[in-house]
């Protein structure tokens, strides 16, 4: 057998040459996607998808169909061959063995470190809002569109949605290749379900920067709203809501937050999919003493029935994806002057095409339009069109016809307004076996003081104004000099 046959050559193997040409055009593929990527500011989910994941993944087949080559090849040579043929001989003496080995030494060293570059990479990309939210278009986009314009919009998704650990990692991404193929395959459900009984997150995820030993103590909020009469008449409501704390070492355990499972442990059944129905409710103190209450004739079944215990998500349920019913979302542009309450009978009309079901976004942008171009038809042009605009706007945030997503299809637990909420269980229906003690729900003051109230500027005690300072103690009037200047902290 001739000599140059022995050793291997990519011009040997026909596997080795398709490989190695593999291998080249993943390489460039990635240098050249990952310099364009990297002048785009990073800005294409696409071109961040190519240069990060695909082009290193072509590299790295083609490497290993380069490797099977030369496995083939050495199988081949020793079948033709009696003697078994070495390894690798190499003998320093001969200048094209050294080039081989600094060639070997370098290209591995130079491969290993663009794998893990890729990796790491990959990883980021896979972690990222693009990967997540753009990526998959349209059946992320109601969660998403909702998400940006959310609190916690500067969040990555996968800091709610991917738990702590490796093992959560890889969960994830495998069910990412689940989702990916009913995406490619058109085959996921409209709306996307919330994945209430297996959602990744837990109380932990929140707890990476929240924290349930927090007294809150009360949260002054004024809801401003506005009627569907003929003059939109404003209504205003400013409530002090009690959210309080559950940790007796950072403040008095009670209001809302006292179901923070510290102090007080709270579990439940709940008998549907969205966990709206609550028929069972057990409470435990520190001491260890329980209490259970149930609804009507409800006969809890340890078989059939899995106890949840209470956290954050069961009322926060929505930080992140809030969609507004057609009313709030209204009330919000009234309020941010953003639709002119002047309008007569605007809200009634808004809330007519907004109540009706649309195929598509252009079908609802055209009965907006004609609706509104109809029946303020002689309202100023340009007020006519700011209308129209503002309406296609809210219709955007909140409704999405392909994906069949609005508020109606994501409950959301936190008041009791438009969904049970709260209610769930303060509905005064959930007693103790023996009927003595119930989750009280008739005092309208036990979750939040309402402090004043308006309706069309006619306020109730008064409207809040501005009150001078009187200086506590009366040996000063407290202008005299700057207040740091008495108030040293011993005062
Ligand atoms: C602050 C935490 C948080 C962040 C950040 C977040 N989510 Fe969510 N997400 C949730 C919670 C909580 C639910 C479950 C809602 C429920 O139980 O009603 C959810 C549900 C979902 C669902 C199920 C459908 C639904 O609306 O209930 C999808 C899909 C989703 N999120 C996608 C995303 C994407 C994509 C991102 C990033 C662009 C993201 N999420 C960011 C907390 C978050
Ligand atoms: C990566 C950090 C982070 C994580 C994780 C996180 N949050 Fe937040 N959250 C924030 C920040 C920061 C704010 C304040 C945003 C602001 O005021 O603009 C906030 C605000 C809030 C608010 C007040 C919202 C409002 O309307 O002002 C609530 C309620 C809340 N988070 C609940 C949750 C829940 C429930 C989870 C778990 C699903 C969670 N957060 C996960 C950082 C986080
Ligand atoms: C029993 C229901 C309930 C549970 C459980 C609950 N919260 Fe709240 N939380 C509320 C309500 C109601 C408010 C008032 C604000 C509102 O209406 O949005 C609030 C307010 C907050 C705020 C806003 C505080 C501010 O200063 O603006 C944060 C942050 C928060 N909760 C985080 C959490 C976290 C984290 C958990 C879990 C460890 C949790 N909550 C559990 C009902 C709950
Ligand atoms: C899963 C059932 C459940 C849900 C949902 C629920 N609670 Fe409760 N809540 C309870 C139970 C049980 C108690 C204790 C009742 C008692 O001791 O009489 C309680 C007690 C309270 C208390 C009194 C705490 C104290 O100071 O003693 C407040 C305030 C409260 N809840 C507010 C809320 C608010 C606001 C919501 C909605 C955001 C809510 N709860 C949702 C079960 C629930
Ligand atoms: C179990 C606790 C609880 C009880 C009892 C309760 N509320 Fe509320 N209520 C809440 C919470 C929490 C919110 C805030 C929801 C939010 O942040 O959007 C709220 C919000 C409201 C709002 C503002 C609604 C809006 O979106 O415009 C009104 C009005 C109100 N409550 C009235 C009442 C009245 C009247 C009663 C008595 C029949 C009552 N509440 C009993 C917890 C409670
Ligand atoms: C000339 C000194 C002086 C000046 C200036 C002054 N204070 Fe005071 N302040 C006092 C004294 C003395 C008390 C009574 C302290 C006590 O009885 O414990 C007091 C009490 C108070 C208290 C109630 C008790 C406490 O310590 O919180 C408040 C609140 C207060 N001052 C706020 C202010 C503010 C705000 C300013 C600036 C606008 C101011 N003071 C300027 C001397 C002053």
């Known amino acids: 057998m001739a000599e140059n046959k022995q050793y291997f050559s990519i011009f040997n193997s026909k596997l080795a040459l398709i490989g190695a040409v593999i291998a080249v055009i993943g390489l460039l593929g990635t240098i050249f996607l990952s310099v364009l990527d990297h002048i785009s500011g990073g800005k294409s989910p696409y071109l961040s998808l190519f240069s990060l994941v695909l082009s290193p993944l072509v590299f790295v087949t083609g490497m290993i169909i380069y490797g099977i080559g030369w496995i083939i090849f050495r199988k081949k040579i020793s079948k033709t061959d009696q003697s078994p043929q070495p390894?690798?001989?190499?003998?320093?003496?001969?200048?094209?063995?050294?080039?081989?080995?600094?060639?070997?030494?370098?290209?591995?060293?130079?491969?290993?470190?663009?794998?893990?570059?890729?990796?790491?990479?990959?990883?980021?990309?896979?972690?990222?809002v693009y990967f997540c939210g753009q990526l998959c278009h349209t059946p992320m986009k109601p969660e998403y569109t909702a998400y940006i314009?959310?609190?916690?919009?500067?969040?990555?998704?996968?800091?709610?949605?991917?738990?702590?650990?490796?093992?959560?990692?890889?969960?994830?991404?495998?069910?990412g290749i689940h989702q990916l193929v009913a995406t490619v395959s058109d085959s996921y459900h409209r709306p996307i379900p919330t994945p209430v009984e297996n959602l990744p997150m837990t109380q932990d995820s929140c707890e990476n920067c929240h924290w349930p030993k927090k007294y809150i103590g009360e949260l002054n909020r004024t809801f401003t709203r506005y009627l569907s009469d003929d003059d939109n008449t404003p209504v205003t409501i400013q409530m002090l809501l009690k959210v309080g704390g559950g940790d007796p070492t950072h403040g008095p355990v009670g209001g809302i937050h006292w179901h923070m499972n510290i102090a007080n442990k709270i579990e439940f059944v709940s008998t549907d999919d969205k966990r709206q129905t609550i028929p069972w409710v057990r409470m435990t103190d520190s001491s260890g003493k329980s209490i259970e209450f149930v609804a009507g004739d409800f006969k809890f079944d340890p078989t059939k029935h899995k106890i949840k215990t209470m956290d954050c998500l069961d009322c926060h349920n929505r930080p992140a994806h809030q969609f507004m019913s057609p009313s709030d979302a209204l009330d919000n542009s009234f309020a941010q002057s953003r639709l002119d309450a002047k309008i007569k009978g605007l809200k009634k009309t808004a809330l007519e095409i907004f109540s009706k079901d649309y195929k598509s976004d252009s079908e609802a942008f055209s009965a907006i339009e004609n609706t509104i171009k109809t029946t303020f038809k002689d309202l100023d042009a340009n007020k006519q069109q700011a209308t129209v605009e503002e309406l296609k706007k809210i219709y955007s945030r909140n409704f999405f016809p392909e994906m069949k997503a609005s508020w109606k299809a994501y409950p959301n637990n936190i008041g009791h307004k438009e969904w049970p909420g709260c209610f769930r269980c303060h509905d005064g229906q959930h007693k103790t076996a023996d009927g003595k003690k119930k989750i009280e729900s008739s005092n309208c003051n036990d979750c939040h003081i309402i402090v004043a109230q308006s309706k069309a500027g006619h306020w109730e005690p008064q409207e809040p104004k501005p009150v001078t300072f009187k200086h506590p103690d009366e040996s000063s009037d407290g202008t005299e000099a700057n207040c740091n200047m008495c108030h040293g902290g011993s005062l």
């Open 149 to 175: 314009d959310s609190p916690h919009a500067k969040v990555s998704c996968t800091e709610c949605h991917v738990g702590s650990g490796t093992a959560n990692y890889i969960k994830a991404k495998l069910n």
């Open 87 to 128: 390894f690798a001989v190499i003998d320093f003496s001969k200048p094209a063995h050294r080039r081989g080995v600094i060639f070997f030494v370098v290209g591995g060293v130079a491969i290993i470190f663009l794998t893990l570059v890729a990796a790491y990479h990959g990883y980021h990309f896979a972690e990222s």
